[in-house]
C-alpha cells in the first residue's frame, strides 16, 4: 500500500510525485508539458490527484534551464480598464489552459516607461511569446523583437516597421455597418468619438469606414471628435461644441458613434448631465457590447466584438510560430455583430419629422 501522507518537510521534487503515483518521472514530465496525449487516461488522472495531494509546484525556471521551454506567454495590454482587453484575455487564458502554458499578463497603462519594464519583466520570465495591444507610440522594442525572430502576435493594432501576425476586429467593415445603420435611421448629423488617433490602427480604422459609409450620403455631415478620457469634462465640452455647429448647419436628426467601451460610458454620463435623451434628442451607438448596455434606457445600440474567439485565436497562431512555423505574416480579422435597441431607433414621431 503506498504511502499517502506528508512525504517529508521539505519541497516535493518531481521524483516523490512519480514515486507516489506509481509512474515513471518521464510520465511526470510528460504531464507538466502538456503532452496529454502520450499518456492514458488512467494515468493522466493518477498524475493529475497526486499533484493535487502533494501540493508539488514545478519549477518553471528550472524546467526552462534544462529543456528550454517555460511554456509561459506574455500578454502586454494598454489598458486593462479597457473592457476590450478583459473580454480578450478569457479567450487567451482558455486557449493557454488547452495547450498546457501558464499567461503572464502586465498592464503598461498606456505608458511608454511602463510598457519596457513591463517587456523586461517577461524577459527575465524567459517568456516563450507575446500578446500585444501597444499603446502605440514607442515602436523601437517590438522592432527589435521582430529583428530577433521573437515570436509575437499583435491584436487589434498594426505596428510600423513590424511583420507580425494580427488578430482582431475587422475595424473598417465593422464602422461601416455601424455608420449605414445610423444613416438608413435618418440620422443626418454623426460624430465618431474616440480617444487619440495618433498610432493606434484600430481607432484610424474605425475612422476609415466612418467616412467611407458617409461618402456613400453626401447629404450628411460627419465629424471625428478625438477626446481625452484623462481630462475630466473633455467629452461633455466636446459634445456642446459639436451639438452648435450641428444647430447652425441644421441638416436634421444628430447620432453619436462611440470609438470604445470607455468612451461608451462617459458619452451616456455627459448626455445625462446635458439632459439629453436617446433617441428622442440623440442617436447613440457604440462599439463594444457591456453588461450594461441593454440596461440604459430602451438600451444602447452596439458593435459586439468577438473578443473571446480574438484571444483563443491570438494564441493559437502565437503557438504556431512558437512551434517553429515560418510562413508570411498573417491577419485575422473578425466580423462584429450589430446589435439594434433603443438608443439609435427613431420614435415615430420623429421619423415622421425627417421625412
Known sequence: MKNTGNVGAGKVTIIQVAREAGVSKTSVSRYLSGEFDALSAPLLE????????LGYQPSQMARALKGGRTRLIGMLVADILNPYSVAVLNGAEAACQRHGYTLMLCNTGNDEQRELQSLAALHSYSVEGLLFNTQGRNVTPLQELGRAAFPVVLLDRRVEGCDFDLVGLDNVRAAQMATAHLLAGGYREIALLVQPLHGVSSRQGRQAGFLQALAQQPDCHGETLEVDLNQGGHVAATLVDFLKRCKQRG?????????????????????????L????????????ELSWSPLVSNGISTIEQP?????????????????GERTPRREILMDGRLIVRGSSQLSAANAREKE
Open 46 to 53: 493518477q498524475i493529475r490527484s497526486t499533484i493535487a495531494r
Open 307 to 323: 473578443t473571446y474567439e480574438i484571444g483563443f485565436a491570438a494564441i493559437e497562431r502565437l503557438l504556431a510560430r512558437i512551434n
Open 277 to 288: 435623451q436617446f433617441p428622442d434628442d440623440i442617436g447613440l451607438l457604440c462599439f463594444d
Open 251 to 275: 441638416r436634421g436628426k444628430i447620432a453619436l458613434l462611440a470609438g470604445n467601451g470607455m468612451v461608451s460610458l462617459q458619452i451616456a454620463l455627459a448626455l445625462q448631465s446635458m439632459k
